[in-house]
């Protein structure tokens, strides 16, 4: 069975599926089989897709239009389709730089080999950069991480909440973009400022 998907960015009626959906049903692709997102493709929730992967069986193939329709990265789209090539089922892009990707035959196996080896390419690249980077930081003397994210203004907002007595640590944190040990160390359990955060705050 052959099985569609179709995505574009905004729901606002400036991006429409029209182009997509035509040239999967030309791909033999029945209407029924359809699936769709109106969502960015960095979106990790796009529930039509997972619609669409749970729906996929045995011997199905996934179709899309472009290869940039189904992944939000190279690493991401790899993963996928080995995903789906582990459960016996195939892939093939329509048209633009991925229509060479067709798991059906050996030569479209055989392009998407070197999509593979270049998203793991990049993995390895981003890491040796990284260990670089740190590496060349201790030697500076500073310590690798990110820098804290904690402002005035997060701080002031922390403390009111924590205050109120009923705040749920975990989504505080979540909210304000910092870790549970960075809040702490700025504010205690009952909202009370601690070292850091009369430092923060200019309080001796």
């Not at 909440?161 to 640590?169: D, F, I, R």
Request: hydrophobic letters at 40%; proline letters at 1%; aromatic letters at 6%.
């Amino acid at each position: 069975m052959l099985i569609g998907y179709m995505r574009v960015s905004k729901s606002d009626g400036s991006q429409v599926l029209d182009l997509q959906r035509d040239a999967l049903l030309q791909a033999g692709v029945l209407a029924e089989n359809l699936y769709h997102d109106f969502a960015s493709g960095k979106n990790d929730e796009r529930q039509g897709l997972e619609a669409c992967l749970k729906a996929l069986r045995v011997g199905d193939t996934l179709i899309v239009w472009k290869l940039d329709r189904l992944g939000r990265n190279l690493r991401h789209l790899v993963n996928t389709v080995h995903e789906l090539s582990s459960k016996d089922i195939y892939f093939k892009v329509l048209t633009g730089q991925g229509a060479s990707i067709d798991t059906t035959t050996p030569q479209g196996k055989l392009v998407f080999g070197i999509f593979a080896a270049l998203a793991e390419f990049e993995r390895d690249l981003i890491s040796e950069r990284t260990k670089a980077g740190l590496a060349s930081a201790r030697s500076r003397g500073r310590k690798g991480g990110a820098p804290y994210k904690m402002t005035a203004a997060k701080l002031q907002l922390l403390q009111a909440a924590m205050k109120q007595g009923k705040t749920h640590v975990s989504d505080l944190s979540k909210e304000l973009g910092i870790t549970r040990q960075t809040l702490y160390r700025y504010v205690s359990p009952e909202g009370e400022l601690r070292k850091d955060g009369q430092k923060l705050l200019n309080i001796t």
